[in-house]
């Protein structure tokens, strides 16, 4: 179980992360929610052309202001396709806290992704009522 030192909606930076492919390396991730361990997307510097190419994919990212965020040097992308663990461990270098702005893009990237394992989308979701009301009503 993580300890209370890690926070949702905070930015972290990931030595070696293990979730990256063809190896680990550094990466910034938001965790999004707790449960046995700290769940987070990754954030990564563009969209890669499989996942432009594909509506339903492409609608899982959430664009992240590098003005808004002091640890990231340019806009970035949230991938909210796929969820993460991560041990305190992974989690000891914390860095911001997602802007409003960041927030409520991700909770709308959440509630329009197809592809996300659906007992997570219900937590993040279930836990940011207020903002996905306000986005579901601005439709």
Not at 2 to 19: E, F, G, Q, R, S
Not at 97 to 116: E, F, W
């Amino acid at each position: 179980m993580p300890t209370n030192n890690v926070a949702l909606w905070y930015i972290y930076h990931v030595k070696n992360c293990i979730h990256t492919k063809p190896h680990p390396k550094n990466k910034f991730v938001v965790i999004t929610c707790i449960g046995e361990s700290a769940m987070g997307f990754l954030i990564n510097s563009r969209i890669n052309d499989f996942i432009l190419n594909r509506p339903h994919l492409s609608a899982c990212q959430a664009a992240i202001d590098a003005k808004d965020h002091s640890c990231l040097t340019h806009n970035s992308y949230i991938d909210c396709r796929d969820i993460f663990p991560f041990s305190d461990d992974d989690l000891n270098d914390r860095k911001s806290v997602i802007s409003p702005i960041a927030k409520r893009r991700i909770i709308q990237a959440v509630y329009l992704c197809t592809v996300l394992e659906k007992k997570y989308k219900n937590i993040i979701l279930g836990n940011e009522k207020d903002i996905l009301d306000s986005i579901i009503n601005s439709k």
